[in-house]
T-cell receptor
């Protein structure tokens, strides 16, 4: 079993819809959680970074962490065609700069 | 503020050759990590350097090595290239070991 599980999709939603992306993990040592967006042939771009359970909001993006369930989510409100990309969850233990990534979810927003 | 810069962007090498990839972190960042991205395995951690010392290493053979210089720039070397080494190699930098990691655009290595 992988340490981080993420549904690879693909996921297609109409423009303006709310998108929900999720990851589960098995390693209790993970303390820092990130979401990256990666466009084709580009490097991952950091969207959200959090280290505590609960919600963190940044514009149209909300990251949610539930450490008791070992479950993290990224919500995208008012989705736009420019949000079409692969979304990667990543996490790392405290004091250990080694990110473990999910496989990524390919998202397409249909105009 | 300039982002993480990786050179070259593309490389084609022959099996058995060796290759060196370069990464210049964001100014002021002291931690540099390297990752390999392939369609089959996704993003996998190679190693991390902080203050010129390797702090962490992933599960890759000894053909993969790296180093970090006093200005925090880092290089990654792969010797005796194999076809399976074809991948996007990504470098990430962070201010310290518990802060956000920012990625470069990557070096796409093709081994033929």
């Amino acid at each position: 079993q992988k340490e981080v599980e993420q549904d690879p999709g693909p996921l297609s939603v109409p423009e303006g819809a709310i998108v929900s992306l999720n990851c589960t993990y098995s390693n209790s040592a993970f303390q820092y959680f990130m979401w990256y967006r990666q466009y084709s042939r580009k490097g991952p771009e950091l969207l959200m970074y959090t280290y505590s359970s609960g919600n963190k909001e940044d514009g149209r993006f909300t990251a949610q962490v539930d450490k008791s369930s070992k479950y993290i989510s990224l919500f995208i409100r008012d989705s736009q065609p420019s949000d079409s990309a692969t979304y990667l969850c990543a996490m790392e233990p405290f004091g250990n700069e080694k990110l473990t990534f999910g496989t990524g979810t390919r998202l397409t927003i249909i105009p | 503020k300039a982002g993480v810069t990786q050179t070259p962007r593309y490389l084609i090498k022959t099996r058995g050759q060796q290759v060196t990839l370069s990464c210049s972190p964001i100014s002021g960042h002291r931690s540099v990590s390297w990752y390999q991205q392939t369609p089959g395995q996704g993003l996998q951690f190679l190693f991390e350097y902080f203050s010129e010392t390797q702090r962490n290493k992933g599960n890759f053979p000894g053909r993969f090595s790296g180093r970090q210089f006093s200005n925090s720039r880092s290089e990654m070397n792969v010797s005796t290239l194999e076809l399976g080494d074809s991948a996007l190699y990504l470098c990430a930098s962070s201010f310290s070991r518990d802060t956000e990691a920012f990625f470069g655009q990557g070096t796409r290595l093709t081994v033929v």
